[in-house]
């Protein structure tokens, strides 16, 4: 008998387990031409049957070149002296055996935007696999930095990784 995502969420709360876990973009470059990779190394995330969150701090992004992940944290895009935290926050979650629907908005650079995300939920043992993936116009979010429109729209954006089961406090104090 197949066990699903769904049987194991319930009133749970999971974490998203950073060490095992990443959150990767990709935007179209060049016209077209190219995508520009990166990813972010610092992040914290919870689910449960009603709500997701994520939080990144957004001055961890890394295209694997200095110059321009000092660009990006620059106020032309995340202005991360300002807004030093990227979050989504969930207005609706809909899981259906290994499938999620989430509906939410994502808020960056002082302003937010609304999100759609497809995403499958696998039971590993007792933890679950993610893998969520969604587009987002990040011109709508403030970024519309562009010299000679090499910056295409939208943005990939991908969360992959392992969720574990969230201690109560009176479980840990126990162990």
């Not at 990767?24 to 049957?49: I, M, Y």
């Not at 709500?51 to 990006?72: C, K, P």
């Not at 970024?143 to 109560?168: A, D, F, H, I």
Request: net charge neutral; no cysteine; proline share 4%.
């Amino acid at each position: 008998m197949h066990t699903h995502a769904a049987d194991f969420v319930g009133t749970t709360l999971w974490r998203l387990d950073p060490d095992r876990s990443s959150i990767e973009f990709q935007v179209p470059a060049a016209w077209g031409l190219s995508t520009v990779k990166g990813s972010f190394s610092r992040f914290h995330g919870t689910l449960n049957s009603s709500a997701i969150n994520l939080t990144i701090e957004a001055d961890s992004i890394d295209t694997d070149n200095a110059r321009r992940d000092t660009h990006l944290r620059s106020p032309d895009f995340f202005d991360v002296g300002r807004y030093p935290y990227i979050r989504f926050v969930s207005e609706t979650v809909a899981l259906d055996g290994d499938r999620l629907k989430v509906r939410g908005r994502l808020h960056a650079r002082g302003t937010s935007m609304p999100l759609e995300i497809d995403a499958t939920l696998r039971p590993a043992g007792d933890e679950l696999e993610v893998e969520a993936v969604t587009r987002a116009d990040h011109h709508r979010l403030g970024m519309t930095w562009n010299r000679m429109r090499l910056v295409g729209t939208p943005t990939k954006l991908l969360v992959t990784g392992r969720l574990v089961q969230e201690r109560s406090r009176s479980a840990s104090q126990a162990a």
